[in-house]
C-alpha cells in the first residue's frame, strides 16, 4: 500500500506520458475519424514515449456507456457523440496506470454537460477528504449510492464510483467504496497512491460521463499527478454548426420544439418537394423537344437521299420497280416517245 519515493517517481512518470498520449487523442478526435485509429494513433505514442505494453494492457475508445468496441464506423455520424477514452494498464518500468477521460466530439449537450459536472463534483468532493488519518468510510460517503446511476445493489454498481490503490498490480489496497468499505474502514497514510474513478449516465439514456484520477497522498492532503484537463467536458473540433446542432438536439431531448424551428423545416420539406416537381416537369418539355428535332433529322436526311437517288432501297441497287428488267435503250424510247408533242 505504501509507496516509496523511487516508486511515487516512476507512477508519476507513467503519468505523463499518458498526458501526452491524451493530448495526441484530443487533437486527432473529430467527426468522422474512426475509433481504430485513435486506439492505433494512441499506442503509437504510447510506444514512442517508452510505456511497455503487455498482453492485457488497454489503449481503449469507445462509447461512454459500452465497452471499448474499437468499431470502425465514423464517430460522430449519428448525432452528439461522447468518446470514453482508458489508457489503464499501460505500464512504466512496471508500473501500472488507471486513467479514464470523457470526451465530447463535435459538440456538447446539455444532459452530457449535466452528467459530466455531476461526475466531476463527486471527484472533487471525494479528493477534497483524501489526507493523512481520514477512514476510508468517510471517504466513500461522497460518491452516490447504486439507485442514484440507475443500479439496484451497491455490487451491481461496484467499479464505477470507487478509488483503488495502484502500483505493480492495477488494483490494489487500499479499496474505498460504498460497498465494502463502511463495514471495514481504514486509515489513509501518507505514501499511498490510489485513483480516483466517478460515473454519471446523463438524462438522455445514451450517454454518460466517467473520470479518474491518479492521486498521491501527501502529509497536506491529495495531490493529482494526471494532468490532463478535466475540469470541464472536453468538446473535440467544435464549431459554430456544432453548437447550433447542439441547441436543437437539446430542444429535441427536452421536449421543446420550437415553433420556429418546426416553420422552417416544413419550408426546407416544401422547398424540397417544389424543386423535384419542377425538374420533372422541366425534363418533358425538353424530351419532347429532343423527339422532334431527332424526328426533323430523320426527314431531312431522307429527303436528301431521295433527291440524290438513294431514298429507295431498289435505286441503291441499280434497280426502279418495274423497269428493272428493261435495257436502257428500250427505257429511253418510251421516254422520248411519251414526251413528243401530239
Not at 494513433?41 to 468496441?69: E, I, Y
Not at 488507471?98 to 452530457?112: D, I, L, W
Amino acid at each position: 500500500m505504501l509507496k516509496s519515493q523511487d516508486e511515487l517517481t516512476l507512477l508519476n512518470m507513467a503519468a505523463a506520458m499518458v498526458d501526452g498520449v491524451y493530448q495526441d487523442i484530443f487533437e486527432a478526435l473529430k467527426p468522422g475519424a474512426r475509433e481504430n485509429e485513435i486506439v492505433g494513433l494512441a499506442t503509437k505514442r504510447a510506444l514512442r514515449d517508452g510505456l511497455g505494453l503487455r498482453r492485457g494492457d488497454q489503449r481503449d475508445l469507445g462509447r461512454a456507456l459500452q465497452p471499448a468496441s474499437r468499431t470502425t464506423s465514423p464517430i460522430g455520424s449519428s448525432g452528439p457523440a461522447t468518446r470514453r477514452s482508458s489508457t489503464s494498464s499501460c505500464r512504466s518500468s512496471g508500473y501500472r496506470t488507471c486513467y479514464y477521460r470523457t470526451f465530447s466530439v463535435g459538440r456538447a449537450t446539455k444532459p452530457q454537460i449535466a452528467a459530466y459536472k455531476r461526475a466531476r463534483e463527486w471527484m472533487d468532493e471525494a479528493i477534497a477528504l483524501i489526507k493523512p488519518g481520514v477512514a476510508t468510510d468517510k471517504i466513500a460517503r461522497a460518491f452516490p449510492k447504486a439507485q442514484e446511476i440507475g443500479f439496484d445493489t451497491e455490487m451491481a454498481a461496484f467499479g464505477l464510483n470507487f478509488c483503488h490503490g495502484i502500483g505493480l498490480g492495477l488494483h490494489e489496497r487500499p479499496i474505498i467504496s460504498r460497498l465494502n468499505s463502511f463495514d471495514d474502514p481504514m486509515e489513509l497514510q501518507a505514501g499511498m497512491m490510489f485513483a480516483v474513478e466517478t460515473y454519471c449516465p446523463a438524462t438522455d439514456g445514451m450517454s454518460a460521463a466517467r473520470i479518474e484520477e491518479e492521486v498521491i497522498v501527501t502529509p497536506s492532503g491529495a495531490q493529482i499527478i494526471t494532468l490532463f484537463p478535466a475540469d470541464e467536458l472536453p468538446v473535440a473540433e467544435p464549431s459554430a454548426e456544432g453548437r447550433r446542432c447542439a441547441r436543437r438536439a437539446d430542444a429535441l431531448l427536452a421536449g421543446r420544439r420550437s415553433s420556429r424551428w418546426v416553420r422552417r423545416m416544413r419550408r426546407t420539406d416544401q422547398d424540397r418537394a417544389h424543386r423535384a416537381a419542377a425538374r420533372a416537369r422541366s425534363r418533358r418539355p425538353a424530351r419532347r423537344h429532343v423527339l422532334g428535332l431527332r424526328a426533323l433529322l430523320a426527314g431531312e436526311r431522307l429527303a436528301d437521299g431521295r433527291a440524290q437517288g438513294r431514298g429507295h432501297p431498289g435505286r441503291q441497287r441499280g434497280q426502279s420497280g418495274h423497269r428493272a428488267g428493261q435495257a436502257p435503250e428500250a427505257r429511253g424510247e418510251r421516254l422520248s416517245h411519251t414526251s413528243s408533242p401530239a
